[in-house]
T-cell receptor, first 112, second 113 residues
Framework: KQEVTQIPAALSVPEGENLVLNCSFT??????LQWFRQDPGKGLTSLLL?????REQTSGRLNASLDKSSGRSTLYIAASQPGDSATYLC???????????FGGGTRLMVKP | DAGITQSPRHKVTETGTPVTLRCHQT?????MYWYRQDPGHGLRLIHY???????DKGEVSDGYSVSRSKTEDFLLTLESATSSQTSVYFC????????????FGDGTRLSIL
């Protein structure tokens, strides 16, 4: 059974810092990995999707990497801003079926 | 934002009553999903649909049924609501293809007393 872990569960940083969020998964047989952002009381916003054949994806200040063989992904946020404060979730799609398995999330607070 | 509307957004009901949640999309995506989100358990898939009248079970399907009679609508029914089904329910959609992202609605907060 696929298990997805995100460490740390919470992170507080001053504005302007570059930071890295971690995601690990136990079964390397995945189609892709997706990073989401969730604001309090809201749904999930898709940030980046990395296919299993890719090493990284970039969107603006965000860069996601994938090391399938070691079962790890990182989300790098450059020059963090208070507006980046949210919970960040990673999810992996297995080879079989359409199921996404989610990590527990990292709650990020960026202080002005 | 993906055109996904969930209704109702909030609902309080009593144990033993049937409850139906609706997800409506305007994107004409083939796949639709129902998840629940609970503290300590994260997001878990309940059921999903891969076309009109085509559905399959997810990780936590007991006590839930779904129906999809039109491409745009995916209904989730709690046949006899229990307090353990108090949760936030999210609908998601995706296009066909193994590397299409899932896009989520804003959720329905359901409380069962």
């Amino acid at each position: 059974k696929q298990e997805v872990t995100q460490i740390p569960a919470a992170l507080s940083v001053p504005e302007g810092e570059n930071l890295v969020l971690n995601c690990s998964f136990t079964d390397s047989a995945i189609y892709n990995l997706q990073w989401f952002r969730q604001d309090p009381g809201k749904g999930l916003t898709s940030l980046l999707l990395i296919q299993s054949s890719q090493r990284e994806q970039t969107s603006g200040r965000l860069n996601a990497s994938l090391d399938k063989s070691s079962g790890r992904s990182t989300l790098y946020i450059a020059a963090s801003q208070p507006g980046d404060s949210a919970t960040y979730l990673c999810a992996v799609r297995r080879n079989a079926g359409n199921m996404l398995t989610f990590g527990g999330g990292t709650r990020l607070m960026v202080k002005p | 934002d993906a055109g996904i509307t969930q209704s109702p957004r909030h609902k309080v009901t009593e144990t033993g009553t049937p409850v139906t949640l609706r997800c409506h999309q305007t994107e004409n995506h083939r796949y639709m999903y129902w998840y629940r989100q609970d503290p300590g358990h994260g997001l878990r898939l309940i059921h999903y649909s891969y076309g009109v009248k085509d559905t399959d079970k997810g990780e936590v399907s007991d006590g839930y049924s779904v129906s999809r009679s039109k491409t745009e609508d995916f209904l989730l029914t709690l046949e006899s609501a229990t307090s353990s089904q108090t949760s936030v329910y999210f609908c998601a959609i995706s296009e066909s293809g193994s590397n299409q992202p899932q896009h989520f609605g804003d959720g329905t907060r359901l409380s069962i007393l």
